[in-house]
């Protein structure tokens, strides 16, 4: 049986990259002792927010030359800490540099460098970042750093419902066994912005030496969707993808090359229970058979997915009423815009 796909244009909506101002140091630090502030967009669920950031490293620069390396600085009920305690150099202003959490690398990070060489993509990380520039205090002056904090990745979510059946129509189920995501990049390097990652500043970071595209599950089980609603499919966790140009999905036989999903599921007459599909010759395992979801084509040459933005793809099963053929369609809704929010310790 062929199957056939299409894929709309598809949409996303920024993730709020402001942040909360308020001070969460606690008591002000004494002399010239350097310390921070630290905050992250509000957001949506499984996300990084100002009130939920643990922990985050740091590196500062005088003059070029590294002053702080790889400092964890954590927070406490009195505020963010770490330790040895370092003070203003009173001759040179700091250049900082910070990400959160701990991440894991390819190469390990070189300490007059603060970019972060061949990030690992698990799918589960919300990476962040934030720079200060021309940082310096004197006088007593003993304000916090605010270190205000960007999402470095993409967001990347899957929903699935069948056909809403018209009047007259055929309502269709669907068996779903696993869905994955193929042909995307897993390994890339982040460079850092050279201005300061300030509220009203747009700046952002940027993803270069894109490697190793693989196979990420993002669904593994047994769901019977048996409403019009979409459902999101995640079980594995996997959310977060680098930001990255999609590779054009092309069709190779029976399956894809490219980026794109890929379900393995039945198909089944609502009312009925009489499975539709697949045939038998369509069968992978366990009943089930493969659809493909392109993410990237023709009609939409330069699919990409951006820094800091979330994108929700639905995908669409029907059923043409003109052909016994199976018809796939995807489209992708837009994400409400995250509020930016004030918050207090």
């Known amino acids: 049986m062929q199957i056939k796909t299409h894929l709309a244009i598809a949409a996303a909506i920024t993730l709020s990259l402001t942040a909360c101002t308020h001070d969460e140091s606690g008591a002000p630090a004494q002399g010239n002792l350097i310390s921070f502030n630290a905050s992250a967009p509000l957001s949506g669920r499984e996300v990084v927010t100002t009130n939920t950031l643990q922990e985050f490293k740091v590196w500062a620069f005088a003059d070029g030359k590294p002053y702080m390396t790889d400092v ?52 589960k990380t919300d990476l962040l970042y934030a720079v200060n520039i021309g940082e310096t205090r004197g006088g007593g002056n003993a304000t916090p750093v605010q270190v205000n904090f960007r999402h470095a990745l993409s967001q990347v979510r899957f929903q699935m419902r069948p056909r809403v059946a018209k009047a007259g129509e055929q309502a269709l189920a669907v068996r779903v066994q696993a869905l994955d995501l193929l042909g995307t990049n897993t390994v890339a390097s982040f460079n850092f912005p050279s201005s300061s990652t300030t509220i009203g500043n747009q700046v952002t970071g940027e993803w270069t030496d894109h490697k190793t595209p693989a196979d990420k599950n993002i669904y ?58 697949p045939e038998s010759s369509d069968v992978v395992a366990d009943g089930a058979g493969y659809i493909y979801f392109p993410l990237n084509t023709s009609e939409q040459n330069n699919a990409e997915w951006q820094l800091g933005k979330a994108y929700r793809y639905t995908l669409n099963i029907d059923v043409p009423a003109t052909s016994n053929k199976i018809d796939f369609d995807v489209t992708v809704e837009e994400f409400p815009d995250f509020i930016d929010s004030n918050s207090s310790n």
């Open 72 to 123: 964890s600085v954590g927070r406490t009920d009195n505020g963010w800490n770490y330790s040895p305690s370092m003070y203003w150099p009173s001759d040179a202003p700091l250049n900082f540099y910070s990400y959160s959490p701990a991440i894991k690398t390819e190469t390990a990070s070189d300490s007059s460098n603060p970019d972060i060489p061949g990030f690992i993509n698990g799918g």
């Open 220 to 277: 593994e089980g047994s769901e019977m969707l048996q409403t019009d609603t979409p459902v999101e499919l995640r079980s594995s966790g996997y959310l977060f993808s680098i930001p990255q140009k999609l590779t054009k999905s092309e069709a190779n036989g029976n399956s894809y090359s490219g980026a794109y999903a890929r379900v393995l599921c039945e198909i089944f007459d609502r009312n009925t229970g009489v499975k539709i599909w």
